[in-house]
C-alpha cells in the first residue's frame, strides 16, 4: 500500500439520494486502494469531493451552496486543499459549471467516476499508483454505525419520463451482472450488514439486457439462498417490475422484506400519459389489491406529484381520491419542477408556484391522516425488528421490515414490565421479534417477545 501520508487525505460530501452514496462509497474504496486517506473532515483534507445531485433544481441549488460553502474552507482558500466536484451536476451541465466555478479544481462526472484517482492524483501532483486506478466494480455502502447497506443492481434509465433528467445525466439503463451484486452483497455482510436494500432507478427492469434475461425475481431468489441470515429490501420498482414471480417470491423468502416502493407518480390518465407513463387509479388500485392478496401484511409506499402543467381541480381531486382509497403505509410527496432541457418544460399549462404549494400541503395532510391510520393497524402484531442504535436516555430503537431507512419511521423498543429500556440486552445488527404496542404518526412503539 502507498504511504497515504504522502499521498494526500480526502473528505467526501455527498447529497442526494441513497445511489451517490454508493457512488461515493465506490470513489473512497478506489481513493484508499491508491493510498489514499479517505476520512478527514473538509477542514482538515488535502482534497473535497463533493459528490453532486441534481435531479430537480432545488437539489442543483442544495449541491451548488455546498460546493460554495466548501470553497471557503480556511486551507481552500489558502491553497493547501483542493475542491473537485463529481456526480450528476457535472454529468448534466458539463462545461458550463466549469466557467461558472472557476475555484474547482476538476469536474468528474458520474459517467467518469472510475477515473477518480487519475484525476486526484492530478490534482494533488501525485504520481499514479500500481493499485486503484479504477473503480473495480460498483459496490456496496454500508452506512458507518448502521447494519444496512445499500447495493445499487442497475444504473441509468431508459423511461423518458417527461419531467425527468435521469436519463440526461445518468444515461441509458445498464444492469449490473449477478456476480457482480452477489460480490457486493457478501462484502456488505461481511462487513457486519443485517440488511440489503437493493437500489436502482428502476429495480424492476433488472436482468432484461443481460444474456438469458434474468428477472428481478431470480436476483432475490439468489440473494435470500446465498445470504439467509441478511434480509433484503427493495426500492424504486415501477407498476409494470411487480409481477406475480417477484410477489411470489417475495411471500416465499422469509429473509425478504414485504415492502415495496411503487412511484405511481399521479392517478390521472391523461396527465400520466403526458409524463410519458402508463396507468390510471383503476389499473393502480388493481395492482395494490394483487400485492395484497399476495402479501397481506406488505407496506406500500409510492411517490407522488403535484402541480404537473396542465394539472386541474378535478385531477387533483381525483389525486385525493386515489390516496384515500389506495391506503399506504407511506407517500413521499413532491411539487413539480420545471427542468431545463426536459420535455416538460415546453408543455402548456404550467401551474402557479403557489397553488402548488397549497395543494402539496393539502395532500400531505391527507396522506398523513390516511398513512397513521394504516400504521396504527399494525399494534397487537408481532414484527421483526432490526436493531439500530440506542438514544441517549437508553431507549433501544430500529427498523421492522415495514420500514426503509431514511424515508419510513422506526420502531422503539421498551421492555414489557415498564422497566428501563437500557437494562434491554440488546446490540446494534440484532434481529428480534417485537409486538407493536403503540403507533405514533410513522413511528411504532413495541417490547422484545420470545422468537
Not at 445518468?170 to 451482472?177: A, K, L
Not at 420502531?411 to 421479534?433: Q, R, W
Request: proline share 4%.
Amino acid at each position: 500500500m502507498v504511504d497515504e501520508a504522502r499521498r494526500g487525505s480526502i473528505a467526501f460530501v455527498t447529497m442526494g439520494c441513497a445511489k451517490n452514496e454508493v457512488d461515493t462509497s465506490d470513489m473512497a474504496r478506489a481513493l484508499e486502494e491508491a493510498g489514499y486517506a479517505c476520512d478527514a473532515a473538509p477542514i482538515e483534507a488535502d482534497v473535497v469531493i463533493i459528490n453532486t445531485c441534481s435531479f430537480i433544481q432545488a437539489a442543483t441549488e442544495e449541491s451548488i451552496d455546498a460546493v460554495l460553502e466548501a470553497c471557503e474552507l480556511p486551507r481552500v482558500k489558502d491553497g493547501s486543499c483542493s475542491v473537485v466536484v463529481a456526480g450528476c451536476m457535472p454529468a448534466r451541465y458539463g462545461r458550463d459549471l466549469e466557467c461558472e466555478l472557476p475555484e474547482v479544481a476538476a469536474f468528474v462526472s458520474c459517467h467518469d467516476e472510475e477515473g477518480i484517482v487519475a484525476r486526484v492524483n492530478a490534482v494533488l501532483g501525485n504520481e499514479q499508483s500500481e493499485v486503484g486506478a479504477a473503480l473495480v466494480s460498483p459496490s456496496h455502502n454500508r452506512i458507518e454505525g448502521e447494519p444496512f447497506a445499500y447495493v445499487k443492481i442497475s444504473d441509468g434509465c431508459d423511461r423518458f419520463c417527461s419531467y425527468c433528467t435521469i436519463p440526461l445525466i445518468r444515461g441509458r439503463y445498464h444492469s449490473f451482472p449477478l456476480d457482480q451484486i452477489m460480490e457486493d452483497t457478501r462484502r456488505a455482510v461481511d462487513a457486519g450488514a443485517r440488511e440489503i436494500v437493493l437500489i436502482a432507478q428502476d429495480t424492476g427492469r433488472w436482468g432484461s439486457d443481460l444474456p438469458d434475461a434474468p428477472d428481478l425475481a431470480f436476483l432475490l431468489e439468489s440473494l435470500a439462498g446465498k445470504f439467509p441470515h441478511a434480509r433484503f429490501r427493495v426500492m424504486y420498482i415501477q407498476p409494470e417490475g411487480v409481477t406475480e414471480r417477484l410477489l411470489d417470491t417475495m411471500a416465499r423468502y422469509d429473509n425478504l422484506c414485504e415492502y415495496l416502493d411503487i412511484p405511481f407518480q399521479h392517478s390521472s390518465p391523461t396527465l400520466l400519459h403526458a409524463m410519458n407513463r402508463k396507468g390510471s387509479a383503476e389499473e393502480y388500485l388493481s395492482l395494490i389489491e394483487r400485492i395484497r392478496k399476495t402479501m397481506p401484511e406488505v407496506a406500500l409506499r409510492t411517490t407522488l406529484m403535484v402541480g404537473f402543467p396542465g394539472e386541474t381541480e378535478e385531477d387533483f381531486d381525483d389525486l385525493k381520491d386515489f390516496v384515500e382509497e389506495a391506503a399506504l403505509d407511506y407517500v413521499g410527496l413532491f411539487a413539480y419542477s420545471r427542468e431545463e432541457g426536459t420535455r416538460a418544460d415546453k408543455l402548456a399549462g404550467h401551474i402557479d408556484e403557489n397553488v402548488k404549494a397549497d395543494r402539496l400541503q393539502e395532500l400531505r395532510d391527507l396522506a398523513d391522516a390516511i398513512s397513521s391510520g394504516v400504521i396504527a393497524k399494525r399494534v397487537g402484531s408481532v414484527q421483526s425488528l432490526l436493531v439500530c442504535g440506542q438514544e441517549e436516555d437508553g431507549q433501544w430503537y430500529g427498523r421492522t421490515a415495514s420500514q426503509a431507512p431514511d424515508v419510513d419511521g422506526i420502531t422503539f423498543a421498551s421492555p414489557e414490565d415498564g422497566a428501563d429500556s437500557a437494562s434491554l440486552s440488546l446490540s446494534v445488527g440484532d434481529i428480534i421479534p417485537v409486538k407493536i404496542d403503540d403507533a405514533l404518526l410513522y413511528d411504532m412503539e413495541g417490547h422484545p417477545v420470545d422468537g
